[in-house]
């Protein structure tokens, strides 16, 4: 594949999902059977892992909305950058459902083969999206360090 087949192939993946609201679903009709997933954690696997991924990611978060901030594209790799919004709803790697809207910028780089998405690489700031807040120094203490 070439950059502007690659880009074609992204570009497809995302207008369905706008027209559909269904990002998952975009993205499995794309996936090759032999997919290599790897998320910002060190976990790596196949199909298995981004299938439980899916259902972790729109089970914790089922309001979810996506906002595409950036697209790269050179050969057969592509840079995704957007933007996720929504209500904390359900446990998410580790964090406990706050109930609360957040904001997770979030990036993928995706290969593609014969366009098909072979690796896919999910990172993101979870931990400043989802980790509750320090408690707020109290009025009259001073700090001590």
């Known amino acids: 594949?070439?950059?502007d087949a690659t880009r074609a192939a992204v570009e497809a993946i995302l207008a369905e999902a706008a027209q559909t609201s269904d990002l998952a679903s975009a993205l499995r009709a794309r996936l090759d059977p032999a997919v290599r997933f790897h998320l910002p954690n060190g976990?790596?696997?196949g199909l298995a892992l981004f299938e439980a991924f899916l259902?972790?990611?729109f089970g914790s978060f089922p309001d979810v909305a996506v906002t595409l901030d950036a697209l790269a594209v050179e050969g057969v790799r592509a840079f995704v950058?957007?933007?996720l919004e929504g209500s904390h709803t359900g446990e998410f790697r580790g964090f406990t459902a706050t109930g609360g809207r957040f904001t997770l910028p979030t990036a993928w780089v995706l290969s593609f083969e014969r366009g098909r998405i072979v690796e896919m690489w999910y990172y993101a700031s979870i931990y400043e999206a989802l980790a509750p807040a320090p408690p707020a120094p109290q009025?009259?203490?001073e700090a001590r360090g």
């Open 55 to 57: 259902r972790e990611t």
């Open 81 to 83: 950058q957007f933007t």
């Open 139 to 141: 009025a009259g203490r």
């Open 43 to 45: 976990d790596q696997g």
């Open 1 to 3: 594949m070439d950059t």
